[in-house]
C-alpha cells in the first residue's frame, strides 16, 4: 500500500517515537510509506531508508488569533496539495489538532484514520478545536486510541469506528540485573519536565521517605518546569540526592542503571516509557492517571499503582519498595512480560488491519 503518515514533527517524544517506529515497521514490511510533518526539523529518530520524508515548513507559531486562521488555512492548503501530489491509498495522523487538519485537507476520496496519542479528557485544546474534533472525527474512517478508556471519552455514535492499539514494546537485548544484597539504591524517573509528568509531586514524596537517606532519585528529561524543579529540589533539601541531568539519547542505559522507575504523571496516554522500564526488568510505581498505567500494571505481579495526586500514598510505596529487596526483584522479574503482552509484531498487524480495512472500504463504496 502506498501511504502517508501525517504528524506535526518528529522531535523527541512518546508520539513521534511511536509513529516513526510504525513507519519503519510498515516500511519492512513492503508499504510504501510517505511521512509527513508540518515542521521542517529534521527526525530526531532513525528512519527506514525508503521512507520519503516531506516537511511541510508551515508549523510557525502564531501570535494571535487572527494570525492562528491564517496559519491554519495555509498549513490545510499546503497538506491538501501535498495530499493530491502523493496520491496515497491512505492516511494515518498523529495527534488531535493535526488530525483535524488532514481530516480536513484529505477530501472524500482518500480514507483517513486519526489517532489520539493521550486521554482526550486530560488534554485541553481550546474551544474551537474541541469543536472542530466533533464534527471532523466522524469523517475518519477509523479513530485509534490506546485505552478503553480513552475510547469511552468519544460519545456512542463514533465508539463503532474506534480501536483500541497500545503501543508495542521492543524486546530489550540487555536487562536489568536482578540486584545482589547489599545493592541497589536509585530511583529513576524519566519524562518531559512539564506538569503533566508529575515530578512535583514526585520530588515531595522522596523527601518524605523517612529513614531510606542512602537513595537518590534521577529524574532525566528537559522542559519548561526545570526551573521549578530545582527551586523545589532546594527548597526541600534535596541537593545531594536528586540529579536533572536533562535527556539522554541512550534511554535503555539511564533505565538499567536504576533499581526502581516512577512515573508520577497527572495524566497519560499509553506512557512508552514505563513499558521500557518494564521491559528491562525494573520494579515499577506508577499513578494510577486515568488512562495509561492501569492497561499496562497488573498490581501486585508486575508494578505498583497508586491514586494520581496523592503524594502520601506514591511516598508509602516508595518506602515499601526501598525497604524490600526481594518484592523489587519479584516485580522486575515480573515485569519482563511486557515484552510479550505488547509485542511488536502483533501490534503491527493491528495497525495494518485498521489501514488495509479502510483502503478495502473505499474500493467498496466505488
Not at 483535524?100 to 479528557?121: D, F, K, N, W, Y
Not at 536533562?246 to 506512557?271: C, H, K, N, Y
Amino acid at each position: 500500500m502506498r501511504l502517508a503518515f501525517v504528524i506535526s514533527s518528529l522531535r523527541r517524544g512518546g508520539a513521534e517515537g511511536v509513529l516513526a517506529r510504525l513507519a519503519n515497521g510498515m516500511a519492512a514490511r513492503g508499504h510504501d510509506i510517505t511521512l509527513i510533518t508540518l515542521g521542517a526539523t529534521p527526525s530526531e529518530y532513525p528512519l527506514n531508508a525508503t521512507i520519503r520524508w516531506v516537511p511541510l515548513d508551515v508549523a510557525s507559531p502564531s501570535a494571535g488569533c487572527i494570525q492562528g486562521l491564517a496559519n491554519n488555512l495555509r498549513r490545510l492548503r499546503v497538506l491538501r496539495q501535498t495530499l493530491r501530489t502523493i496520491a496515497p491509498a491512505a492516511a494515518l495522523s498523529f495527534m488531535d489538532t493535526t488530525n483535524v487538519l488532514t481530516l480536513l485537507a484529505a477530501g472524500r476520496r482518500l480514507p483517513v484514520v486519526v489517532s489520539e496519542r493521550i486521554h482526550p479528557a486530560q488534554h485541553d485544546t481550546g474551544r474551537l478545536w474541541r469543536w472542530l474534533r466533533t464534527k471532523t472525527y466522524p469523517l475518519a474512517h477509523s479513530v485509534v486510541v490506546q485505552t478503553q478508556a480513552a475510547k469511552n471519552f468519544f460519545p456512542p455514535p463514533l465508539r463503532p469506528r474506534i480501536r483500541v492499539i497500545p503501543n508495542a514494546v521492543p524486546a530489550i537485548a540487555q536487562p536489568h540485573e536482578a540486584e545482589a544484597p547489599g545493592g541497589g539504591k536509585r530511583l529513576v524517573a524519566m519524562g518531559r519536565l512539564e506538569w503533566q509528568k508529575g515530578f512535583d509531586m514526585l520530588l515531595r514524596a522522596f523527601a518524605a521517605l523517612q529513614g531510606h537517606e542512602e537513595w537518590t532519585l534521577v529524574i532525566y528529561g528537559e522542559g519548561k518546569e526545570r526551573a521549578a524543579l530545582e527551586s523545589l529540589r532546594a527548597e526541600l533539601g534535596l541537593d545531594q540526592r536528586v540529579s536533572l541531568p536533562g535527556r539522554v539519547d541512550d534511554t535503555q542505559a539511564a533505565l538499567r542503571g536504576g533499581d526502581i522507575f516512577v512515573l508520577p504523571s497527572r495524566f497519560e496516554g499509553f506512557p512508552n516509557v514505563l513499558t521500557e522500564a518494564m521491559a528491562c526488568g525494573l520494579p515499577v510505581i506508577a499513578a494510577d492517571c486515568e488512562s495509561g498505567p492501569a492497561d499496562i500494571i497488573r498490581p501486585g505481579e508486575d508494578g505498583l499503582l497508586v491514586p494520581p495526586g496523592d503524594i502520601s500514598a506514591l511516598a508509602q510505596a516508595l518506602g515499601l519498595l526501598v525497604s524490600d529487596r526481594e518484592l523489587r526483584n519479584r516485580l522486575g522479574e515480573s515485569a519482563r512480560s511486557v515484552v510479550q503482552r505488547f509485542r511488536e509484531d502483533n501490534i503491527l498487524n493491528m495497525w495494518e488491519d485498521v489501514l488495509e480495512t479502510a483502503v478495502r472500504d473505499l474500493s467498496r463504496q466505488g
